[in-house]
């Protein structure tokens, strides 16, 4: 039990502080996605989110509003996305991607 407390308490200091320094950032991308978008972009007013490679990468075709919070809760990014594609690199773990009313869960 003190081992998982000791590592749980390393991972979450090392998540706190690549969120701090500032390394989590989103960024455009370009060419075709290939894979299956976790939303129906039918459903979600034409919002894709994927999860591919290390990164959660949305594909918009309007300004919209994003915040990723790890599974416990902490904001890892809030970001104002343009129309297009962009991504998003972040360390191994589960994800919560909220876009207007759409709540979707990734698994990086």
């Known amino acids: 039990m003190r081992k998982l407390i000791v590592i ?3 991972v979450f200091s090392l998540a706190i502080s ?13 060419g075709e996605i290939q ?5 129906d972009a ?11 490679s290390g990164a959660i990468t949305i ?4 300004t919209i509003q994003v915040k990723v ?4 809760g902490l904001l890892v ?12 690199r972040l360390n191994r773990g589960i994800y ?6 759409i709540t979707q869960k990734v698994a990086i």
């Not at 039918?42 to 591919?52: F, K, L, N, P, T």
């Not at 919070?69 to 416990?72: E, V």
């Open 42 to 52: 039918r459903a979600s007013d034409g919002v894709e989110i994927y999860q591919r």
């Open 8 to 10: 749980l308490t390393l």
């Open 59 to 62: 594909k918009t075709q309007h």
């Open 18 to 30: 690549s969120i701090a320094s500032g390394k989590v950032q989103w960024r455009e991308v370009s």
């Open 77 to 88: 990014s809030q970001a104002t996305l343009p129309p297009g594609t962009s991504e998003l």
């Open 35 to 39: 894979g299956k978008s976790l939303t």
């Open 96 to 101: 919560l991607v909220k876009i207007g009313n």
């Open 69 to 72: 919070f790890t599974i416990l």
